[in-house]
């Protein structure tokens, strides 16, 4: 049921503003494209998460999470991270994820290795075309069948920072949730001005 839910939410959060034109990435989808997880992102998330979890699961950090290059904009090589998905060999995601949501890492790779420059939790993280010091927007959507949020993120030419954020609650009689509906779908579309 729970992936249904998230499905659907991401679903009708993105329709509601068709001015998103980048990249999505959902929880509960695979990378079409995978690249390998670096040794020290490995290492930096273990640090951060449940340690014994992975014994139990018979696995470390880096077999499960999967990685992804994604384009920011600008000149760096970023990868984006997260949990691989239940299905998948030597997969943690019981390790990372909670009821409706999983944390995801955006790094930057180069020579000298890799740098957290972003993380946050959702169900899904879009890379939008507005730029902010020449890297690309992120907007991240979580929620559950009676709560929405959406964060957006800028780059501050270190690292991603909170621009603004909105939340909504559902099921307090139809006037009220088509009101919040409302609300979120023009957050959405002001996110990307």
């Known amino acids: 049921m729970r992936p249904i839910t998230v499905a659907i939410f991401s679903a009708v959060l993105f329709a509601a503003s068709p001015a998103l034109a980048g990249e999505n990435f959902n929880i509960e989808e ?3 494209h995978t690249a390998d997880v670096p040794a020290s992102a490995a ?3 273990e640090k951060t998460s449940d340690g014994p979890c992975f014994a139990e699961s018979k696995t470390t950090a880096r077999d499960a999470l999967e990685a992804t290059r994604i384009d920011l904009g600008n000149q760096t090589q970023a990868l984006l991270l997260k949990p691989k998905l239940p299905s998948e060999d ?9 009821a409706y949501s999983c944390p995801m890492w955006i790094y930057s790779s180069d020579a000298a290795g890799a740098r957290r420059i972003w993380s946050s939790a959702g169900s ?5 075309d507005h730029k902010d010091n020449g890297s690309k927007r992120l907007l991240v959507s979580s929620g559950s069948a009676g709560h929405q949020e959406a964060v957006l993120y800028g780059w501050n030419g270190g690292r991603y920072k909170v621009l603004r954020n909105k939340a909504v609650v559902l ?10 509906k409302k609300d979120m779908a023009k957050f959405l579309k002001d996110a990307v001005r």
């Open 124 to 128: 899904s993280v879009e890379i939008v």
């Open 30 to 32: 695979g990378f079409a």
């Open 171 to 180: 099921g307090q009689g139809a006037q009220v949730d088509h009101r919040a």
């Open 43 to 45: 290492k930096d998330i």
């Open 90 to 98: 030597k997969a943690a995601w019981g390790c990372f994820c909670g």
